[in-house]
């Protein structure tokens, strides 16, 4: 069964170091998000992107973040200037098309821990 | 808005009894729920949904959940459990137009044998 890859599962980093997430969304999904779930707290939302531009963005998403799908298979998610509370499980998530339908697809996270 | 409460962050049942998740939202809206479980290492898979029609859903591997309107729940139940069950669930909901899932904070769910 077609997976959503990320790499790292794991990534530290220091306070105020950029850091990107890697994502392989499923190849033929159109549609793609980024969830994010500090520990003990709810899965939150951060971004959706559909047609190389961002459709949707929550207000955590400010302007340290950034979303890229530079080359039609990875989808990134960019954090430019870490701090502690950016420290989190980070959910990349893809599906074919809108509509009850189509069910979103999940990657296994990257536990981002910044020191 | 929607939001998603789960109360219960960790059950702990006796492998082949039976278990309830609790599931409560709000919404000013019409919802779609879901249940969602992560299993150790693995990201989030879809375990069932209610989008409209019965109000009793059910998984594959004997889950069943039943949406009650009136006190706005989506319980998960098991008549009985495994070990290969142990993982983390979560409930969630949609709105019918933008379809950003919104998540509880999830239950961990561990079977003793």
């Known amino acids: 069964e077609p997976e959503v890859t990320q790499t790292p599962s794991h990534q530290v980093t220091q306070m105020g170091q950029e850091v990107i997430l890697r994502c392989v969304p499923i190849s033929n999904h159109l549609y793609f998000y980024w969830y994010r779930q500090i520990l003990g707290q709810k899965v939150e939302f951060l971004v959706s992107?559909?047609?190389?531009?961002?459709?949707?963005k929550s207000e955590i998403f400010d302007d340290q973040f950034s979303v890229e799908r530079p080359d039609g298979s990875n989808f990134t998610l960019k954090i430019r200037s870490t701090k502690l509370e950016d420290s989190a499980m980070y959910f990349c998530?893809?599906?074919?098309?809108?509509?009850?339908?189509?069910?979103?697809?999940f990657g296994s996270g990257t536990r981002l821990t910044v020191v | 808005a929607q939001s998603v409460t789960q109360l219960d962050s960790q059950v702990p049942v006796f492998e082949e009894a039976p278990v309830e998740l609790r599931c409560n939202y709000s919404?000013?809206?019409?919802?779609?729920l879901f249940w969602y479980v992560q299993y150790p290492n693995q990201g989030l898979q879809l375990l069932l949904k209610?989008?409209?029609?019965?109000?009793l859903v059910e998984s594959i591997n004997g889950f069943e959940a039943e949406f009650n309107k009136s006190q706005t729940s989506f319980h998960l139940r098991k008549p009985s459990v495994h070990i290969s069950d142990t993982a983390e669930y979560f409930c969630?909901?949609?709105?019918?137009?933008?379809?950003?899932?919104?998540f509880g904070t999830g239950t961990r769910l561990t079977i003793i044998p």
């Open positions: 969630a909901v949609s709105d019918l137009i933008n379809e950003k899932l919104t």
């Open positions: 998530a893809s599906r074919y098309g809108q509509g009850p339908d189509y069910g979103y697809t």
């Open positions: 992107f559909y047609n190389n531009e961002i459709s949707e």
């Open positions: 209610y989008l409209s029609g019965s109000t």
């Open positions: 919404s000013s809206v019409s919802v779609y």
